[in-house]
């Protein structure tokens, strides 16, 4: 029982690592985006629900407390009340619906790549929401709404493509456990 303890929370840190490492990797294009969600979707498909929220709240946690490990290199509580924090917040969220509905995939590709698209779309909710409420104050008929859908929009495509590679990547390491 301990040795199973002992592997989560290295598994749990580990994947925190991770999230805070794929934070920093930022692909340059007209709307630049980290690989943060696809260590959050990797997480989910080899954790489950439970270890992957747990490594995300870790690294909240760590960022939350000042060290730079959300993206851009930023850190401290001021992050997440900034306009991305929803997206952050979301990733709690995200990471366990999409682990428990991955823990119930039998590792079937496409069932998994549908349960990463859920817990995507959790986020999105939880970050959409949060910036329309620090820039519109609670106001959601002020057309803010349709800015931050706007603002989300470039984000999809390349969301989809990090499911797909935490897809691939989750069932390579399935077959080497």
């Known amino acids: 029982m301990t040795r199973l303890k002992t592997r989560d929370g290295l598994y749990t840190a580990m994947f925190s690592a991770l999230i805070a490492i794929c934070a920093w990797i930022a692909v340059p294009g007209a709307v630049p985006f980290t690989m943060q969600t696809f260590a959050v979707f990797l997480a989910a498909a080899l954790l489950g629900g439970k270890r992957a929220a747990v490594s995300v709240a870790v690294y909240m946690l760590v960022g939350i407390l000042g060290l730079p490990v959300f993206s851009g290199g930023q850190g401290g509580v001021g992050t997440l009340f900034g306009t991305t924090g929803g997206y952050i917040i979301g990733f709690l969220p995200c990471a366990y619906i999409a682990g428990k509905l991955c823990e119930k995939t039998k590792k079937r590709p496409l ?50 493509a990090k499911i797909i590679l935490a897809c691939i990547v989750s069932l390579r390491f399935q077959k080497i456990r």
């Open 111 to 160: 069932a998994m790549a549908f349960s990463m698209l859920a817990g995507l779309l959790c986020d999105y909710i939880f970050g959409l929401a949060w910036f329309c409420l620090v820039y519109s104050r609670g106001d959601f008929n002020s057309g803010l709404w349709n800015m931050a859908i706007s603002i989300t929009a470039p984000f999809v495509f390349p969301d989809i």
